[in-house]
């Protein structure tokens, strides 16, 4: 089975890798057919299909995911879409939708898309209407240089909850807060999923562990400013997360009673940041000497730092390593680079 994942453009590498983590949390196997312009094409077994809803649920910088029914060639397309068993596939109403990829731009998707909705509805006669608004089957054409897929939508995965939950609409609010949908990504690049245990070390307003929680993990967190932690309790529970332990503490000397699956922070930095007036670096330096003792010999730690700041020469002096990074442009001033690292 072949799965299509339409990717958010907002950055080049970072949609993908969040895909791919998140379907190796769900321990699913799977091998990369096609990923260009923001369309990833991944093959897995028939019997793992019914995770994909669940991923669908998690993924932050995915727009739409789709089952592929068949490739072809754009003079092929109209035969093919005849000779195609519709019945076994739409039961009620349907809608059919263009996206174009990489080709002319005066490419004409409107006119394809009443085409093809034509001849769907020719082969299936009275049994089935369109329904452009909300429709039971959504079909997917996505037109690429050299060829055509055709798909059915399973998830469209939507704004609203990223934009209920930007942090100055949370109950407790501070400057600097990171994006739910960052704070999302950033969870699923951990490999973070439900029922494992998520630590953030400078949990602040709690942006990350909502994420977290929203998963179904388990989540910890720690800050060294009291008021904090109160409001991160506030956003937790605002937001229906009751699993939960967070406590006031110092990020470079945390004990807790059990290693965590996962280690997802954005350490204070900026003239804006609680550092309880401690050097940046020392922060940074002494907090992963105290995450080596707090993450599990398989777990995965996601990091946020700023762009003038040496992630590599900080991970020199410890256990961990670096296996992947992302860079996000916040404004002119400001790169944040997100960086996985594992044990060696």
Not at 83 to 104: E, H, L, M
Not at 229 to 256: M, P, S
Not at 260 to 279: F, K, L, N, Q
Not at 319 to 342: A, C, D, G, P
Request: proline share 4%; hydrophobic share 35%.
């Amino acid at each position: 089975m072949e799965i299509i994942f339409i990717l958010s453009g907002e950055n080049e590498t970072l949609p993908k890798a969040e895909v791919t983590a998140s379907l190796e949390a769900e321990n699913v196997s799977f091998n990369i057919k096609y990923h260009q312009n923001g369309i990833l094409i991944i093959e897995i077994a028939d019997e793992d299909s019914a995770v994909i809803e669940v991923i669908g649920k998690k993924v932050a910088y995915t727009h739409e995911i789709c089952k592929l029914l068949f490739k072809t060639s754009t003079p092929h397309l109209n035969d093919d879409i005849q000779k195609y068993p519709w019945k076994d596939i739409i039961s009620q109403d349907y809608a059919v939708r263009v996206k174009r990829v990489g080709i002319d731009p005066d490419f004409n998707s409107q006119a394809m898309e009443i085409e093809l909705g034509g001849i769907i509805k020719k082969e299936l006669g009275d049994k089935a209407k369109v329904n452009l608004e909300n429709p039971d089957t959504f079909l997917r054409t996505i037109v690429l240089d050299d060829s055509v897929i055709v798909s059915k939508q399973l998830v469209k995965r939507s704004k609203k909850h990223y934009n209920d939950l930007k942090p100055h609409k949370r109950p407790f609010f501070y400057p600097g807060s990171m994006s739910p949908k960052l704070a999302r990504g950033m969870v699923n690049l951990a490999r973070a999923k439900k029922g494992r245990a998520v630590l953030d070390p400078f949990c602040g307003t709690g942006g990350i562990l909502i994420e977290a929680g929203i998963v179904g993990a388990r989540v910890i967190g720690t800050d060294i400013d009291e008021k904090m932690v109160e409001g991160t309790k506030k956003n937790l529970e605002y937001c229906n997360i009751k699993d939960y332990n967070i406590f006031q503490g110092d990020a470079r000397y945390i004990t807790i009673e059990e290693k965590v699956d996962a280690i997802v922070t954005d350490p204070p930095y900026g003239i804006s940041a609680s550092t309880a007036g401690i050097d940046s670096k020392k922060i940074y330096e002494e907090s992963l000497v105290s995450m080596q003792e707090l993450l599990k010999e398989d777990g995965y730690i996601c990091m946020a730092t700023p762009h003038y700041l040496d992630i590599h020469e900080l991970v020199s002096h410890t256990k961990f390593k670096i296996i992947e990074q992302y860079k996000i442009r916040m404004h002119k001033s400001l790169t944040r680079v997100i960086s996985v690292l594992t044990k060696k």
